[in-house]
């Protein structure tokens, strides 16, 4: 199927360091764009192909070739900035909003009480649903952004941490400690932060699993296309690599349905990183000032899942 645009991920199926259950055997590529020529907007789509058929519709995704083609084209998340939150005091401390996309039958209920219809056809709906609302605020010492789900099972809320000293972001996924480390400029690799007596047994691991651990398991990867915001640009920000397994995810499925619950929530934690990238360049470039796409991205595959 698809190739990676960039290196392997590690934590394969054969990694000896790598938990049984995060030995993953394929990874899904998702694509990250402005969202309607938008600043502090953005659209998530589960695959680059899913991406590549959006692009080719002319950028609409409310059309009945969506419900034909089984949602491909529309796309999985989409990320909105509604503003400073006043009763904290500060302009630094936000509130977003990410809205999921669903596809289900006519004759079933809306997924939320606030759901809107995006496409209907004779048997199908696809619907654009409140999903998670992040709270970002500022502290002494850290920066931190929570996670609120609207989920029918009452998931609990995440939060992902940012400490003064660093430029990591922490945060706990299941029953793995992971943070999001700094491979390039703006790259980042989601590290699974293995027990310290785990950590200290793997070659090259620093004795402290709260240092950079060279052979730690990566979950995903947030790849930078190096773009600032432009109503003119074709804006593809970001892509996504995340690794799942066998049992949760269909290999032949490249539209909205069937993701896995982690694949999800690590997709809303690129939304917040693709947001905090983007307002980072607007305020650098100053009156006068344009920010150059020194390094295009290339090698986006037309499928949207590569193989270990």
Request: charge should be neutral.
């Amino acid at each position: 199927m698809g190739n990676s645009p960039s290196k392997p991920l590690r934590g394969i199926k054969n990694d000896p360091n790598a938990p049984p259950s995060l030995r993953f055997t394929r990874k899904r590529q998702m694509v990250i764009p402005v969202a309607y020529g938008k600043r502090k907007e953005y659209l998530c789509f589960p695959t680059a192909h899913s991406y590549e058929l959006f692009k080719a519709r002319g950028k609409k995704f409310s059309t009945p070739e969506n419900m034909q083609d089984e949602d491909l084209g529309v796309p999985l998340f989409e990320f909105k900035n509604l503003g400073p939150l006043e009763r904290f005091g500060s302009s630094e401390n936000e509130r977003y909003l990410i809205s999921k996309f669903v596809c289900q039958s006519i004759s079933q209920p809306p997924p939320y009480f606030e759901s809107i219809v995006v496409c209907q056809s004779e048997t199908h709906i696809i619907y654009k649903s409140p999903f998670c609302t992040v709270i970002k605020a500022f502290k002494t010492s850290r920066c931190s952004y929570d996670f609120i789900f609207y989920t029918p099972n009452e998931m609990p809320p995440l939060r992902l941490v940012q400490h003064c000293s660093s430029v990591g972001l922490d945060t706990r996924l299941g029953d793995w400690d992971v943070s999001w480390r700094r491979t390039g400029k703006e790259d980042y690799e989601l590290l699974v932060l293995l027990p310290p007596e785990e950590s200290a047994t793997i070659p090259g691991n620093h004795p402290n699993h709260n240092l950079f651990e060279p052979n730690a398991p990566v979950w995903a990867q947030y790849i930078d296309a190096e773009e600032s915001f432009s109503h003119s640009m074709s804006g593809k920000f970001a892509v996504l690599n995340i690794g799942e397994t066998d049992l949760e995810s269909d290999s032949t499925a490249y539209g909205i349905a069937s993701i896995p619950w982690f694949s999800l929530v690590i997709a809303c934690m690129a939304l917040v990183q693709c947001h905090r990238i983007q307002e980072y360049r607007h305020r650098s470039r100053g009156p006068g000032r344009r920010y150059y796409n020194a390094t295009p991205l290339m090698g986006i595959t037309n499928a949207g899942y590569g193989y270990y």
